[in-house]
């Protein structure tokens, strides 16, 4: 309550007058800077209007002719792209299982029958865009809870 006390406070002590030094007119503020152009601030500014598309459809050529550029003489900004495709959630990924049968106390034999049994289940689940990526994922949960008992 005392904040707003005081905010009032320092409200009606506020001029509503600029204050200048003595023998200094200040212009009086006024909403018509924009009526005509006239004004100072806008008098030489006459922008066109264009859609946003026409920009891009202008710098498209160039901007993709510089971006090969870049990624076929720098190894480092093709790296970086590489990644950032790598980490991108999709289908296509694939699992190379490379158990540790001595763990697991499997034979060299089963270890390989059990790690392609798992590529292939993998293989399987990372096809279906319904199944490994997040939104899909949520949208089968939510059909099988809609038709579960």
Known sequence: MFAIEKIKDLLAGARSEPVAP???VLPRPSGKYMRGGRGVTFAGWKPALREAQDDIGEAWDDAAARINDLLH???WLAGALE???ANTVGTGLLLKALPENETFGMTPAQASDWAKTVE???ELWARSAQECDIQGLMQMRRGVQQMGP
């Open 83 to 85: 990644q950032c495709v």
């Open 22 to 24: 003595e023998g200094v």
């Open 120 to 122: 292939r289940r993998f």
């Open 73 to 75: 003489n720098s190894g």
